[in-house]
C-alpha cells in the first residue's frame, strides 16, 4: 500500500477502536507471539463483522482475501482501493498468486479458510489456499482463534447468495469478543507438495487453531 492508503487504513482503524471500547468486552491474548515481517494470519471465521475486529490485533496493514463481501459493488470498490483479495468464484483462481505477489513484497495478508461462518466453538472445513501460499513465501502462518458467545451474535437481514449458496450475514456489535494469538506456524513442505501435504498442512494449522479456541474457553475467558 502506498502512503495515503496506509493513512486513510490507520484512520479506519482508529474508528473501529474507538467503537470497540466503547461497546465490545475485547479481549487478546498472544499478541506478542506476532513476528516483524510479512506473515500470513489465519483464523476461524464465527461472525461476519470479524475482518473488523481482527484487524485492531494485527501490528500492519493487511491485505485480506474476500469471498461473499465482494457481491457489493460498493464494497467491492472499497475493498479494490485497500487493495485487498478478490476470492468470488471469478478470481478464485488468481487469489494464490495475488497473496504471494504482496508476501513477496513484504506485506501481510490475512485469511479465513473456512470460506464461510461456522457455529461458535466449532471449526469446518480449512481450504487448501494457506498451504500453497506458505510453499511459496515461506512466510510465518499465524493461527489466531476468535471466539464470541452465541449470546452476543445478533443475524443481520443482509444474507448474500453467490452461486446458489446462501451465505448467513452474523455479526458481534456489543459484548465479549475474544482474540487468542498462537506461535508462527512454520510447516514441513515440499517444493512441489500436491493435495495430500495440502491437506495436511491444513489440518496441522486446524488444531492449533482448534487448541486455541479450547484455550480461550477453558483457560482464559468462561464463556
Given at each position: 500500500?502506498?502512503?495515503?492508503?496506509?493513512?486513510?487504513?490507520?484512520?479506519?482503524?482508529?474508528?473501529?477502536k474507538i467503537y470497540q471500547k466503547l461497546f465490545l468486552d475485547f479481549r487478546v491474548w498472544g499478541r506478542e507471539l506476532i513476528p516483524p515481517g510479512p506473515k500470513i494470519y489465519v483464523t476461524n471465521h464465527i461472525t461476519s463483522t470479524?475482518?473488523?475486529?481482527?484487524?485492531?490485533?494485527?501490528?500492519?496493514?493487511?491485505?485480506?482475501?474476500?469471498?461473499?463481501?465482494?457481491?457489493?459493488?460498493?464494497?467491492a470498490r472499497a475493498f479494490d482501493f485497500f487493495e485487498h483479495i478478490n476470492a468470488m468464484p471469478a478470481h478464485r483462481e488468481t487469489v494464490v498468486d495475488a497473496a504471494v505477489h504482496y508476501l513477496?513484497?513484504?506485506?501481510?495478508?490475512?485469511?479465513?479458510?473456512?470460506?464461510?461462518?461456522?457455529?461458535?466453538?466449532?471449526?469446518?472445513?480449512?481450504?487448501?489456499?494457506?498451504?500453497?501460499?506458505?510453499?511459496?513465501?515461506?512466510?510465518?502462518?499465524?493461527?489466531i482463534?476468535?471466539?464470541?458467545?452465541?449470546?452476543?451474535?445478533?443475524?443481520?437481514?443482509?444474507?448474500?447468495?453467490?452461486?446458489?449458496?446462501v451465505y448467513r450475514?452474523?455479526?458481534?456489535?456489543?459484548?465479549?469478543?475474544?482474540?487468542?494469538?498462537g506461535e508462527p506456524f512454520f510447516?514441513?513442505?515440499?517444493?512441489?507438495?500436491g493435495p495430500e501435504e495440502d491437506q495436511r498442512?491444513?489440518?496441522e494449522l486446524k488444531e492449533r487453531i482448534r487448541v486455541l479456541v479450547d484455550d480461550v474457553r477453558t483457560n482464559k475467558f468462561w464463556l
Open positions: 500500500m502506498d502512503l495515503v492508503k496506509r493513512t486513510l487504513y490507520g484512520s479506519m482503524v482508529c474508528v473501529i470479524d475482518p473488523q475486529w481482527v484487524l485492531l490485533v494485527f501490528t500492519e496493514p493487511v491485505h485480506v482475501i474476500v469471498g461473499p463481501g465482494y457481491q457489493s459493488k460498493l464494497m513477496q513484497k513484504g506485506e501481510s495478508i490475512y485469511t479465513a479458510p473456512e470460506g464461510d461462518l461456522q457455529e461458535p466453538f466449532q471449526l469446518g472445513h480449512f481450504y487448501p489456499g494457506v498451504a500453497r501460499i506458505y510453499r511459496r513465501t515461506r512466510a510465518p502462518i499465524i493461527p482463534a476468535l471466539v464470541a458467545p452465541r449470546s452476543a451474535m445478533r443475524d443481520w437481514p443482509m444474507n448474500t447468495v453467490v452461486d446458489g449458496r450475514a452474523i455479526m458481534v456489535l456489543r459484548g465479549p469478543y475474544c482474540v487468542n494469538v510447516p514441513d513442505t515440499t517444493e512441489d507438495g498442512v491444513m489440518e
